[in-house]
T-cell receptor
Framework: AQSVTQLGSHVSVSEGALVLLRCNYSSSVPPYLFWYVQYPNQGLQLLLKYTTGATLVKGINGFEAEFKKSETSFHLTKPSAHMSDAAEYFCAVSPFYNQGGKLIFGQGTELSVKP | EAGVTQFPSHSVIEKGQTVTLRCDPISGHDNLYWYRRVMGKEIKFLLHFVKESKQDESGMPNNRFLAERTGGTYSTLKVQPAELEDSGVYFC?????????????FGPGTRLLVL
């Protein structure tokens, strides 16, 4: 069965530092790839997604992710962390063959930003 | 445009009782999904409606869970009788399209605690 692995359930960075959240998926056929963010007491919000085309995807709030087929990875980055980036981040895939669009999620990564 | 709404936001019930969760998707969205996050675990797919029909219910844990989508609009998820392991956050999401790459818009979730 397809799975998604997020390395690190908690990541802490200083304000202004690089944010790197890791995501790997298991699939012989590249799926559709998503990053969602959940702020406290809110629903999940889409940050960015990869479907086809350019492998470097830009999202909201200065985040971007790069799809690397050879590494089965879709890591999320932001050059300079801001206090408002503190939230939980979820990597998810929608299997290419699955026309229903159900999402398979990783375990989530809680990002803390220190002043 | 109103987002996905869920009611109630919190529910505390005793084991053996019945609880009904409601989700109102974004108007015009044919796809409606239910997901659940048990504490400490990943968000897991429960089921998918296309309009009023169940497209995929492979994630439903057991027959204590019953989902309906009246007239292809709002949906309810009933748990009867509730067990301790049903505690968690239940998310609803909606989307439009059938490609599998469409953005799913999530509600804030219902936090269910079974005592």
């Amino acid at each position: 069965a397809q799975s998604v692995t997020q390395l690190g359930s908690h990541v802490s960075v200083s304000e202004g530092a690089l944010v790197l959240l890791r995501c790997n998926y298991s699939s012989s056929v590249p799926p559709y790839l998503f990053w969602y963010v959940q702020y406290p007491n809110q629903g999940l919000q889409l940050l960015l997604k990869y479907t086809t085309g350019a492998t470097l995807v830009k999202g909201i709030n200065g985040f971007e992710a790069e799809f690397k087929k050879s590494e089965t990875s879709f890591h999320l980055t932001k050059p300079s962390a801001h206090m408002s980036d503190a939230a939980e981040y979820f990597c998810a895939v929608s299997p290419f063959y699955n026309q229903g669009g159900k999402l398979i999620f990783g375990q989530g990564t809680e990002l803390s930003v220190k002043p | 445009e109103a987002g996905v709404t869920q009611f109630p936001s919190h529910s505390v019930i005793e084991k053996g009782q019945t609880v009904t969760l409601r989700c109102d998707p974004i108007s015009g969205h044919d796809n409606l999904y239910w997901y659940r996050r048990v504490m400490g675990k990943e968000i897991k797919f429960l089921l998918h409606f296309v309009k009023e029909s169940k497209q995929d219910e492979s994630g439903m844990p057991n027959n204590r869970f019953l989902a309906e989508r009246t007239g292809g609009t709002y949906s309810t998820l009933k748990v009867q009788p509730a067990e301790l392991e049903d505690s968690g956050v239940y998310f609803c999401a909606s989307s439009q399209g059938s490609g599998g790459w469409e953005t799913q818009y999530f509600g804030p979730g219902t936090r269910l605690l079974v005592l």
